[in-house]
């Protein structure tokens, strides 16, 4: 079987031995997401060394929108050395994030308007925002893929966005191992052309971790079934159509 996770950061994970038996026998492929020119260096030689096994994603993250990256970025894009963009978005889940919303719309419609030019998808991280979103879906329409990443809304929200005439994916991770209800609702009904999963390795920890593993993406796979009623291979089957077409990727990497 082959098990995709729609999103973690490769370089940063302890413990994850990309050549192991457990990336081999189950075909993983990732996208994995870097935020400053240091960690995408180290993520590109990673990707070099495990071909087909990483789609490479650089983004400006809004807890740190900082537009020193935007060059960079761009010249990612026109080297053709990244496939999409992200994470970006909106953070408002702390006072402190809130303050910081004049940066965080700055590096949001800068990355939207990039992803329209070069035709490549975005990964959201989106927290206490989804109406901004909404004020954007003109934007978001011309973007070939839109993969919400941990989303942390219901199937309501789900529909609406849909409707809205976004290319979205909808990505889960760890929150459905804790009971998580907006999650396991989703992760239950949503179509099942439209379904992800991930680890956000190595954050997105349960009660007692101290870092979420990338092999963790196997734990997801297994709840994610049982919550689907449907075994984790026809799961595996679904999620990995899901993860080409989202990430624009016409055969495996």
């Not at 689907?228 to 993860?243: A, V």
Request: aromatic share 10%; proline share 4%.
């Amino acid at each position: 079987m082959i098990l995709n996770d729609a999103h973690l950061h490769a370089v940063l994970c302890p413990q994850s031995d990309f050549s192991s038996d457990f990336f081999v026998h189950n075909r993983y492929c990732a996208c994995t997401c870097s935020h400053d020119k240091a960690e995408f260096e180290k993520t590109e030689k990673l990707a070099q060394s495990f071909p087909g096994m990483f789609v490479k994603a650089f983004g400006l993250h809004p807890q740190n929108p900082s537009m020193n990256n935007a060059d960079f970025l761009e010249s990612l894009l026109k080297e053709k050395r990244i496939s999409c963009i992200g994470e970006c978005g909106f953070d408002f889940y702390t006072e402190q994030f809130k303050q910081n919303r004049p940066a965080q719309e700055e590096a949001w419609h800068f990355q939207i308007e990039l992803a329209v030019r070069h035709s490549v998808p975005v990964v959201v991280h989106d927290r206490k925002a989804l109406d901004l979103l909404f004020r954007d879906a003109k934007v978001l329409q011309q973007i070939p893929s839109v993969v919400f990443h941990s989303f942390a809304f219901g199937l309501r929200e789900v529909q609406s966005l849909l409707n809205h005439g976004i290319n979205a994916y909808f990505s889960f991770g760890k929150q459905i191992l804790n009971g998580n209800k907006k999650s396991i609702e989703c992760v239950s009904q949503l179509d099942s052309d439209r379904l992800l999963l991930e680890t956000d390795a190595p954050f997105q920890t349960l009660k007692g971790e101290s870092f979420t593993p990338a092999q963790d993406i196997l734990r997801v796979y297994e709840q994610a079934s049982v919550l689907r009623g449907i075994s984790i291979e026809c799961l595996c089957e679904d999620c990995n159509k899901n993860f080409k077409k989202a990430f624009l990727l016409t055969e495996r990497i």
